[in-house]
């Protein structure tokens, strides 16, 4: 993938010394990999001390790699009727690298049901072909490939959605209709989407959707790209004199630990030099890679004393760092809903063409917190306005979060009627899954 990876698997090889993982004469082709699964899970999972033995494991026993992480989530505590390791995976290596890299081949669309009858463009990457093509969010989708957009027919929307050409009809917010012919296609993401000032009682707001965490390398340094973009979009909010801040993670899956921290130093009021951004805490045979990261000065930050932040269940992890960690230090208010709920994070683990992620770091911020597991409630619960697009002011989460820049009250502002818990789970079903992290370089030691 980058440089990243590479330094990953030469520290981790340096410094941890586990042998090559055992060979077998198992005719499985996954054979290693799921030994290989099992012996960095072994080294590096959290909840180790609950795992037994490799010969009890038997991580040879079962199918898949995928298999064997499934089951090493079960040796996580059961809480709340779940397991809190939701997340340990493994990923082939171009996938992986693809996410990163914000790499798609498809058409570039996601899409949420509003209402059972209702099929609403919820985002749009304006480089894909329905980017290209002048699909915005907030289109209602009316057929895809002559099948009604309508929850009763979830199953063969998720079968033409998933095709490479999508004939799809569409009713635009002034009521017109326009069918067209999308075909899949390479295509980068956009990680930051339509970044904007508002001017509320004479003071300038900014506001961008934050779609990842993760980025590009550019030489030695991780996530490269997105730090540019971050920095491009802060120097323009700084020029524009912003003094406040709506931050948008609303599908926001997570990503890199240090665009996090960046991001954060970006925001922090300069009260917050020098104090804790994130405590990683590993497992009791790691405690030597315990790492504190603090908060910084940085050269286009605009040290707020607040800011509003937009969740759903799709912010995860690495948002939720940046929350926990913003939380001590300026006053924080969440608009929308409960977070998803992943304190913990990852190292990745090049092996056999694939990464490795045992969940292995704890996220603790300045005060000890660390324990969202069941998500960050919002200050203010407000459903996501599918029939506008991000940045605008009317869309019911930002327009919430500008009501109460404008006040200093969280106001109740019209919305969309509350969504069944049917409706969420085919909006589960039909969102194009995302993977959710908090993901670590090892540190040398």
């Known amino acids: 993938m980058s440089s990243?990876?590479?330094?990953?698997?030469?520290?981790?090889?340096?410094?941890?010394?586990?042998?090559?993982?055992?060979?077998?004469?198992?005719?499985?082709?996954?054979a290693d990999l799921r030994d290989s699964a099992f012996y960095y899970s072994e080294q590096f999972y959290l909840w180790v001390d609950n795992l037994p033995k490799y010969d009890v494991f038997k991580p040879l026993s079962y199918s898949?790699?995928?298999?064997?992480m499934n089951k090493?989530?079960?040796?996580?505590?059961?809480?709340?009727?779940?397991?809190?390791?939701?997340?340990?995976f493994v990923i082939e290596k171009k996938q992986w690298d693809?996410?990163?890299?914000?790499?798609?081949?498809?058409?570039?669309?996601?899409?949420?049901?509003a209402a059972d009858d209702d099929l609403r463009v919820k985002l749009v990457y304006s480089q894909s072909p329905a980017g290209k093509a002048g699909i915005k969010r907030g289109w209602k989708a009316l057929k895809v490939n002559n099948v009604d957009a309508t929850r009763a027919n979830l199953t063969a929307l998720n079968t033409e959605l998933g095709k490479a050409s999508q004939t799809i009809t569409f009713q635009k917010p002034d009521g017109t209709q326009q069918t067209l012919t999308l075909n899949?296609?390479?295509?980068?993401?956009?990680?930051?989407?339509?970044?904007?000032?508002?001017?509320?009682?004479g003071n300038n707001v900014g506001y961008f959707n934050f779609d990842s965490?993760?980025?590009?390398?550019?030489?030695?340094q991780t996530a490269q790209t997105t730090?540019?973009?971050?920095?491009?979009v802060f120097a323009d909010f700084k020029s524009k004199n912003v003094t406040e801040l709506v931050l948008d993670l609303r599908y926001n899956g997570g990503g890199y630990g240090l665009v996090s921290s960046y991001l954060?130093?970006?925001?922090?009021?300069?009260?917050?030099?020098?104090?804790?951004?994130?405590q990683s805490v590993h497992n009791n045979k790691n405690t030597k890679y315990n790492k504190t990261t603090n908060f910084i000065s940085s050269a286009n930050g605009l040290k707020l004393s607040r800011v509003s932040i937009i969740t759903t269940s799709g912010t995860a992890s690495a948002s939720e760092e940046l929350i926990n960690g913003l939380k001590p230090v300026m006053n924080v208010k969440l608009i929308g809903s409960v977070s998803h709920g992943k304190p913990v994070g990852y190292y990745g683990f090049p092996v056999m063409g694939h990464y490795v992620f045992p969940v292995a770091i704890k996220n603790v911020n300045s005060v000890g917190f660390s324990d969202f597991f069941e998500g960050f409630t919002p200050d203010k619960t407000q459903t996501d306005d599918l029939t506008r697009d991000f940045g605008d002011p009317e869309e019911a989460c930002l327009k919430t979060a500008l009501n109460y820049i404008k006040t200093g009250v969280l106001q109740s502002v019209p919305s969309a009627e509350r969504v069944s818990a049917e409706l969420n789970l085919a909006n589960e079903k039909i969102a194009k899954e995302r993977v959710k992290m908090t993901l670590f370089e090892l540190p040398r030691k």
Request: charge should be positive.
């Open 4 to 30: 990243k990876t590479k330094f990953i698997a030469f520290i981790f090889l340096l410094f941890v010394g586990l042998s090559s993982c055992k060979k077998t004469t198992d005719t499985n082709p996954n």
């Open 264 to 278: 954060g130093n970006l925001i922090a009021p300069s009260s917050a030099v020098g104090k804790v951004f994130v």
């Open 184 to 201: 899949a296609a390479a295509y980068k993401a956009d990680f930051i989407i339509n970044p904007k000032v508002f001017t509320v009682n």
């Open 227 to 232: 730090l540019n973009e971050l920095d491009k």
């Open 64 to 68: 898949t790699p995928t298999d064997v």
């Open 98 to 113: 693809d996410i990163v890299s914000g790499s798609s081949l498809d058409v570039g669309a996601e899409y949420k049901f």
């Open 72 to 88: 090493l989530r079960t040796y996580s505590p059961f809480v709340n009727a779940k397991y809190q390791d939701r997340w340990s």
């Open 213 to 220: 965490f993760l980025g590009e390398a550019i030489g030695n």
